[in-house]
């Protein structure tokens, strides 16, 4: 249930863009509660956790929220999460996919009752120092949903595998079941520009794993030559004066595409799952505008592999290195350039694609009026 007391003040939030809505929500939600006892935690409480990552280096907050509690008085909380050990063992499945797949299994939203062995083993770890417990309070005329319409929302949710760091993680899964909006307010320009270089050199990590097939063919390539002349030098100095090695590039090319394809096809997939629930992705121009970075993003990938290949080859002409080595710098910079483009032409691409697709829809129900009238059947509506 919508509290009617706070409607208005969420259509004008809602019209705002995602910088100002973040710079408003973070300044009226600094005001915090320390939780000491368990049955501090009441249900609809937006909870947070204090971390650090990187050894101290990097602090963060984790978030949670309280859906009630079981007839021991126990709290039940809701949340994105996930241990170290089973993230691991998530990514072993899909890790012939790439990291695309695997990244979003990272995090799970699963209800937990505390303590937990898990997350938070007893009272004492409420106020330990640097892992403090707190409520997020949040003003009252910016409460938009009652407490139950809050847990329902939580509870919606649960079992979801939609996670990303930037995009959908703990703390925007908490916003939006308190809001509506599913936004991070830790995730800063500095924090995504990381998160995005960090994303295109685990990309390139598992690139460089799955070049097996073109180092193999390389070496192969190398040797057959010399062998098949009857010459007595070795494979490396017959195949240094080839800087670039047909066979081996393409079949890294090859493997390339073939693997962006099929990660890019998960990804959409997902995507249509998202849409299909109607909570990450609520409409056809959103869904659209996804799937346009995806395809934004394996593109730009792709060629960013295979130039790296021939330009590494051409530049370090020892056999299997130079390709190699060029091949992994192309996909982090074309991951790179990929975002880039993605972040200043996905909007507009997406509402282009929109646009030729309702006029197709708009042809197709002409089409359709017109054969009504030759067989006299009502005419489908299109959405």
Same mark, same amino acid.
């Given at each position: ?15 705002k ?6 710079? +408003?929500?973070?300044?009226? +939600? ?21 971390s ?20 021991? =008085?126990?709290?039940?909380?809701? /949340? ?37 062995k ?11 120092? $640097? ?16 407490v ?22 703990c ?8 809001? $509506? ?23 390139s990590?598992? /690139? ?12 192969l ?7 098949g002349?009857g ?8 195949a ?14 090859a ?6 394809a ?15 629930? =109607?909570?990450l ?24 592999s ?14 299997v290195?130079g390709?190699? @080595?060029?091949a992994?710098?192309? @996909?982090l910079?074309?991951?790179?350039? =990929?975002?880039?483009i ?9 509402? +282009? ?11 197709? /129900? ?18």
């Amino acid at each position: 249930m919508v509290l009617s007391s706070s409607a208005e003040i969420w259509r004008g939030i809602e019209r705002k863009d995602s910088q100002k809505q973040t710079e +408003l929500l973070k300044w009226q +939600l600094q005001v915090r509660e320390p939780i000491h006892r368990f049955s501090d935690m009441k249900a609809g409480d937006h909870l947070v956790r204090k971390s650090s990552s990187l050894g101290g280096l990097t602090q963060y907050e984790h978030h949670f929220i309280c859906i009630g509690s079981n007839r021991e =008085g126990q709290p039940k909380i809701v /949340h994105y999460y996930n241990t170290k050990a089973n993230a691991s063992k998530q990514m072993i499945p899909t890790s012939c996919l790439g990291s695309g797949t695997a990244s979003e299994q990272l995090g799970i939203v699963q209800e937990m009752t505390l303590p937990h062995k898990d997350f938070i083993t007893n009272e004492d770890e409420l106020q330990a120092e $640097g892992r403090e417990v707190e409520r997020v309070v949040w003003p009252e005329q910016l409460q938009r949903f009652s407490v139950r319409e809050v847990i329902s929302r939580a509870l919606k949710r649960k079992d979801e595998k939609f996670y990303n760091l930037v995009k959908n993680n703990c703390e925007s899964f908490v916003m939006w079941c308190l809001c $509506g909006l599913n936004i991070s307010l830790q995730v800063t320009p500095g924090v995504k520009a990381f998160c995005h270089t960090l994303s295109g050199a685990v990309r390139s990590i598992w /690139h460089f794993l799955q070049q097996i097939p073109k180092v193999v063919s390389e070496l192969l390539d190398d040797f057959a030559v010399p062998f098949g002349r009857g010459a007595t030098r070795s494979a490396v100095g017959q195949a240094a004066p080839r800087a670039v090695s047909k066979v081996g590039v393409g079949v890294g090319a090859a493997v390339t595409v073939i693997l962006e394809a099929v990660m890019a096809g998960n990804d959409i997939h997902n995507a249509y799952k998202k849409w299909d629930d =109607g909570i990450l992705i609520k409409s056809r121009e959103e869904f659209i505008k996804e799937v346009t970075d995806i395809v934004l993003l394996a593109f730009s990938r792709s060629l960013g592999s295979i130039a790296g290949m021939v330009i590494g080859q051409i530049l370090i002409p020892i056999p299997v290195v130079g390709g190699l @080595v060029g091949a992994v710098l192309g @996909v982090l910079g074309g991951h790179v350039v =990929g975002k880039f483009i993605s972040e200043t032409s996905t909007k507009t691409l997406a509402c +282009l694609i929109e646009s030729v697709i309702e006029q197709l829809l708009e042809k197709i /129900h002409d089409v359709m009026k017109s054969a009504k009238h030759l067989s006299g059947a009502p005419t489908p509506t299109l959405s």
